[in-house]
């Protein structure tokens, strides 16, 4: 804030310190109630048909990601919705928008220019400007077994795309040929890695061990890392994050614990 009135007889030097003191408060001020709007909920939805050992899987990435915070126990609330869909979801045109986790599915495939593929940047750009956020804001985890696509016709395939503060859109499609506790562990990895980059993963401050492909991810024994052959470098960070139990290298480990903070 600017004052618009000046006094002559206040010395310009400690005028300027006030202000600038003034200005450091305001920003402090500002980053806290930044950091308390990071403390929100958690809210999971799928498509019906989705395997429940998939769930299964995904509410154990999630977890691991809470532990790895460091916050304090309860403070995020997990609410699965499993398939969503708030009544009345179906209207005279056919499904409401933003009442049905089959409405995203549909707006996916509506705006995906390929067949057998969801557009997942559609997905992810829905759950931003969903209605029910000005109720209660809350992160997105929205999980589909469809294969997914983003951005131009270069992309063949993604396994999940996220957006800082919003949420993340996460298949299971590519790990559906692995066997069943392997399958299992890689999902952990991928739920965690795509929560990851929700909550900051990888800052923008961070210049040492980075990489940017498709977006920045970490370079260190890490699950942030990028994984561009699926499944076989996801069972490799995997296998990883079994035998160090340490999902996250120490990097992205302190920023997650101060993400709340």
Known sequence: MTKEFFYANINSSFLQTTQRGAAM???LRKRRREKVERIKPIYIMHQAGLD?????????GIRLVIQATKITPGLIQVKN????????YLDQY????YHSVDWYLQRGQEESNRRNQLNADTIIRELYFE???????????FITDDDLYSGDDNNNF?????????GTVVSTARFKGLGSHIRHECIVTEIMHE???????????RTSSVEYSLGPHCTNECVMRQGLSVPNDWIRFTEDRIRTRRPFCRECQGHLENWFR
Do not use: M
């Open 52 to 60: 429940e050992q998939d769930l299964s899987s995904v509410l154990d």
């Open 94 to 97: 056919g499904l409401k928008p």
């Open 131 to 141: 209605p029910w956020r000005k109720a209660q804001d809350h992160y997105d985890v």
């Open 25 to 27: 408060n305001f920003s």
């Open 81 to 88: 919705w499993g398939v969503w869909r708030q009544e009345p």
């Open 195 to 205: 929560f990851g980059h929700v909550l900051g993963l990888i800052p923008d401050s």
């Open 158 to 166: 993604v396994i999940g795309v996220a957006q800082e503060l919003t």
